[in-house]
C-alpha cells in the first residue's frame, strides 16, 4: 500500500475555503485516493474517492493531477463544524484494508 | 437504514480478564473490518471478516486476539487476558458485499476499551 505524507495541522477561519494536499509517490496503477473525515470520539467517515482528474461532491472536491503522485482535498466556505481530523489513504481497488496515516488535524474559528 | 452499531461504548477491564467487543453491520453489509486507535494515533487496521469467513488478520496481534463473524448474530473481536497496553478505541466497519471488499467504509462510533 502506498504511503501517504500530509501537514500534520491546519487553521482556517469560517467561509474560507481549506486544501489539503497528500503526497502518494509510490502510487500504483490500480490504487485509489479516499479520504476520511473524524471527529473527536468517532469513527471515521468517508468523504470522497477519485482515481483521477477532479472529482466533486455535496462536502468536497478532490483534485488529482495526471501523474497521480499527490491530490488535494479543497473543502469550500468551511465552518466550525468542518473541524476534525482528515486522512489521506491509498488503497489498491481489490482490497479493504485502509492504513490510515496521522491525519491532518484542521481547526476552523470564527 | 441503521448505521454500524458497536457495544458497548465504554468497557473497562482490569488486567488479566476478558473483553467481548460487538459489531453489527449495516444492514446488507456482509463485510466487516476492525480497527484499534491508541490515544493520539490514526487507526490501524486489524481484521477484515466475511460472513463465517477471515479475510485478512495481518494486523491482528498474534496472541490473545481473535475475530469471528458467524453467519447469524454480530462480528466479535475478543481479547483475552487483557493488558494495560489494550486500551483503546477499536472500530468496527462494514460495506456491502463487493467483491474483494471496499475501500469506502461504514465506521461504527467505537468502543473504548479501558484496562485498569
Known amino acids: 500500500l502506498a504511503k501517504t505524507t500530509q501537514p500534520i495541522s491546519m487553521d482556517s477561519y469560517e467561509g474560507q475555503e481549506v486544501n489539503i494536499t497528500c503526497s502518494h509517490n509510490?502510487?500504483?496503477?490500480?490504487?485509489?485516493i479516499t479520504w476520511y473525515q473524524q471527529f473527536p470520539s468517532q469513527g471515521p467517515r468517508f468523504i470522497i474517492q477519485g482515481y483521477k482528474t477532479k472529482v466533486t461532491n455535496e462536502v468536497a472536491s478532490l483534485f488529482i493531477p495526471a501523474d497521480r503522485k499527490s491530490s488535494t482535498l479543497s473543502l469550500p466556505r468551511v465552518s466550525l463544524s468542518d473541524t476534525a481530523v482528515y486522512y489521506c489513504?491509498?488503497?489498491?481497488?481489490?482490497?479493504?484494508?485502509?492504513?490510515f496515516g496521522a491525519g491532518t488535524q484542521v481547526v476552523v474559528t470564527p | 437504514n441503521a448505521g454500524v452499531m458497536q457495544n458497548p461504548r465504554h468497557l473497562v477491564r482490569r488486567r488479566g480478564q476478558e473483553a467481548r467487543l460487538r459489531c453489527s453491520p449495516m444492514k446488507g453489509h456482509s463485510h466487516v473490518y476492525w480497527y484499534r486507535q491508541l490515544p493520539e494515533e490514526g487507526l490501524k487496521f486489524m481484521v477484515y471478516l466475511q460472513k463465517e469467513n477471515i479475510i485478512d488478520e495481518s494486523g491482528m496481534p498474534k496472541e490473545r486476539f481473535s475475530a469471528e463473524f458467524p453467519k447469524e448474530g454480530p462480528s466479535i473481536l475478543r481479547i483475552q487476558q487483557v493488558v494495560r497496553g489494550d486500551s483503546a478505541a477499536y472500530f468496527c466497519?462494514?460495506?456491502?458485499?463487493?467483491?474483494?471488499?471496499?475501500?469506502?467504509?461504514?465506521f461504527g462510533p467505537g468502543t473504548r476499551l479501558t484496562v485498569t
Open positions: 489513504l491509498v488503497a489498491s481497488g481489490s482490497w479493504g484494508k485502509l492504513q
Open positions: 509510490n502510487i500504483a496503477t490500480n490504487d485509489y
Open positions: 466497519a462494514s460495506s456491502p458485499p463487493v467483491a474483494g471488499g471496499s475501500y469506502e467504509q461504514y
